[in-house]
Nanobody, 115 residues
Framework: QVQLAESGGGLVQPGGSLRLSCAAS????????MNWYRQAPGKERELVAA???????NYADSVKGRFTISRDNAKNTVYLQMNSVKPEDTAVYYC?????????WGQGTQVTVSS
């Protein structure tokens, strides 16, 4: 079965950097686009970044130029490099894959940006 496991969250100061990882299993990883979402308290979950199986990327305007999504198909892992973080980046970050219109989610990893 599809399993997604995020890691790498934590507390970071404004302007700092953090790298999130998502280890995937249970499906042919290289064949699917992978997504990072986030959900802040009291807000809806939003798409942050996406990457196709071939490496094409797309970003939310709020993170463009600061975050970078990448993948290692040999390791079945997708990453989110977060640079120049801001307090408004504070949220639970989720890894996501969609198969046959079914959304699969990891458990999420908390990112807190605070001094």
């Amino acid at each position: 079965q599809v399993q997604l496991a995020e890691s790498g969250g934590g507390l970071v100061q404004p302007g700092g950097s953090l790298r999130l990882s998502c280890a995937a299993s249970g499906f042919l990883f290289r064949a699917y686009a992978m997504n990072w979402y986030r959900q802040a308290p009291g807000k809806e979950r939003e798409l942050v970044a996406a990457i196709t199986g071939f490496g094409g990327t797309n970003y939310a305007d709020s993170v463009k130029g600061r975050f970078t999504i990448s993948r290692d198909n040999a390791k079945n892992t997708v990453y989110l490099q977060m640079n120049s973080v801001k307090p408004e980046d504070t949220a639970v970050y989720y890894c996501n894959v969609v198969q046959f219109r079914i959304h699969y989610w990891g458990q999420g990893t908390q990112v807190t940006v605070s001094s």
